[in-house]
């Protein structure tokens, strides 16, 4: 089976799932990303790898800090980058997602940089330029529906590897909304792939999708259990504006029962780190005291998310 992310040598053509990728290659993403952090963690080098390459952010769904992350990395790699709102344009005179596509592609696109509410838009977007012969043009799923956010699972393994330095040894807990969340998923299929041995799940059951164990996680109803031992702790936000569904009573019962305090984080490793995706609901599931505390790496996942993203873009240029 032909995996559509992947050239015919075997090389990054589109990054669409983290799901099926070979180690290597998200071994290759890892190392290319650290080649661009600077000597403090906190600063990100300029590169002239996509000179004269136009990157086209197509944001169908709002995300200030994806799409934020998403240029400020293009043009550290010195492509011109072109931001398209397109929930405002567009799609609200009736165009279809692949007309505008054609049109785009039709004004020298390089790479379309993809947020969708729909799960798989950004793969019928691949698809469809492969038909046209637009092989030289890059697909870049920015997250899609409730299915992959792959460019936040690389960052979070970078940040990890970053801190922890091998994957072989360590037990990682993702905490709260897994149901809703795609970056879960991609982490999950991340963490796999890379070798962790013990990956938990933690959550109220109505917050668990059934695939969980079918996929190696072990799942914990209960925080202080599922936490005892860990070496990474993953915060997913808790996503309230798919919350009226009745699945969890409020986010002050919430907090109660799964909110990340320092006497939960207690539980973990000492030295054990807590990572968020963003953007944090503070109180609801994470105590600002662990939020703003030295185990807490969320800020250094930022900078760390445009390294990882300049590496995706550059490696995809580059193939």
Same mark, same amino acid.
């Given at each position: 089976?032909?995996?559509?992310?992947?050239?015919?040598?075997?090389?990054?053509?589109?990054?669409?799932?983290? /799901?099926? +990728?070979?180690?290597? &290659?998200? @071994?290759?993403?890892?190392?290319? =990303?650290?080649? !661009? #952090?600077?000597?403090?963690?906190?600063?990100?080098?300029?590169?002239?790898?996509?000179?004269?390459?136009?990157?086209?952010?197509?944001?169908?769904?709002?995300?200030?800090?994806?799409?934020?992350?998403?240029?400020?990395?293009?043009?550290?790699?010195?492509?011109?980058?072109?931001?398209?709102?397109?929930?405002?344009?567009?799609?609200?005179?009736? /165009?279809? +997602?692949?007309?505008? &596509?054609? @049109?785009?592609?039709?004004?020298? =696109?390089?790479? !379309? #940089?993809?947020?969708?509410?729909?799960?798989?838009?950004?793969?019928?977007?691949?698809?469809?330029?492969?038909?046209?012969?637009?092989?030289?043009?890059?697909?870049?799923?920015?997250?899609?529906?409730?299915?992959?956010?792959?460019?936040?699972?690389?960052?979070?393994?970078?940040?990890?590897?970053?801190?922890?330095?091998?994957?072989?040894?360590?037990?990682?807990?993702?905490?709260?909304?897994?149901?809703?969340?795609?970056?879960?998923?991609?982490?999950?299929?991340?963490?796999?792939?890379?070798?962790?041995?013990?990956?938990?799940?933690?959550?109220?059951?109505?917050?668990?999708?059934?695939?969980?164990?079918?996929?190696?996680?072990?799942?914990?109803?209960?925080?202080?259990?599922?936490?005892?031992?860990?070496?990474?702790?993953?915060?997913?936000?808790?996503?309230?504006?798919?919350?009226?569904?009745?699945?969890?009573?409020?986010?002050?019962?919430?907090?109660?029962?799964?909110?990340?305090?320092?006497?939960?984080?207690?539980?973990?490793?000492?030295?054990?780190?807590?990572?968020?995706?963003?953007?944090?609901?503070?109180?609801?599931?994470?105590?600002?005291?662990?939020?703003?505390?030295?185990?807490?790496?969320?800020?250094?996942?930022?900078?760390?998310?445009?390294?990882?993203?300049?590496?995706?873009?550059?490696?995809?240029?580059?193939?």
């Amino acid at each position: 089976m032909h995996n559509p992310q992947l050239n015919k040598n075997g090389e990054l053509q589109h990054l669409l799932t983290i /799901e099926g +990728l070979p180690k290597p &290659i998200l @071994n290759h993403i890892l190392d290319t =990303a650290s080649s !661009f #952090v600077g000597v403090s963690d906190r600063e990100v080098k300029k590169v002239p790898l996509m000179r004269g390459k136009s990157v086209f952010n197509l944001f169908f769904e709002n995300s200030t800090r994806t799409r934020t992350t998403f240029e400020i990395a293009a043009k550290r790699l010195s492509a011109d980058v072109i931001n398209l709102n397109i929930s405002a344009s567009s799609a609200s005179k009736g /165009e279809s +997602l692949l007309d505008t &596509i054609d @049109n785009l592609a039709a004004m020298q =696109a390089d790479m !379309f #940089v993809v947020r969708h509410s729909q799960s798989g838009a950004p793969h019928l977007i691949a698809a469809h330029l492969s038909r046209i012969n637009q092989h030289h043009v890059h697909v870049v799923n920015a997250g899609d529906g409730r299915h992959a956010h792959p460019t936040q699972g690389l960052l979070d393994m970078y940040t990890i590897r970053h801190y922890k330095k091998d994957f072989s040894q360590l037990t990682v807990a993702i905490v709260g909304d897994i149901l809703h969340s795609r970056v879960a998923r991609s982490d999950i299929h991340a963490l796999t792939t890379l070798g962790v041995p013990e990956i938990r799940a933690i959550g109220p059951l109505t917050l668990l999708p059934g695939s969980l164990e079918q996929m190696g996680v072990r799942i914990f109803t209960d925080i202080n259990e599922g936490l005892k031992g860990v070496d990474v702790i993953i915060m997913l936000r808790l996503q309230n504006e798919r919350m009226n569904g009745g699945l969890l009573p409020s986010a002050q019962e919430y907090f109660k029962s799964y909110g990340l305090t320092p006497e939960r984080l207690a539980l973990a490793k000492p030295d054990a780190i807590v990572m968020h995706p963003g953007p944090m609901n503070r109180g609801v599931e994470i105590d600002s005291a662990v939020a703003d505390g030295t185990q807490a790496v969320i800020l250094p996942q930022v900078t760390f998310g445009i390294a990882v993203r300049m590496a995706v873009m550059g490696i995809l240029a580059g193939n």
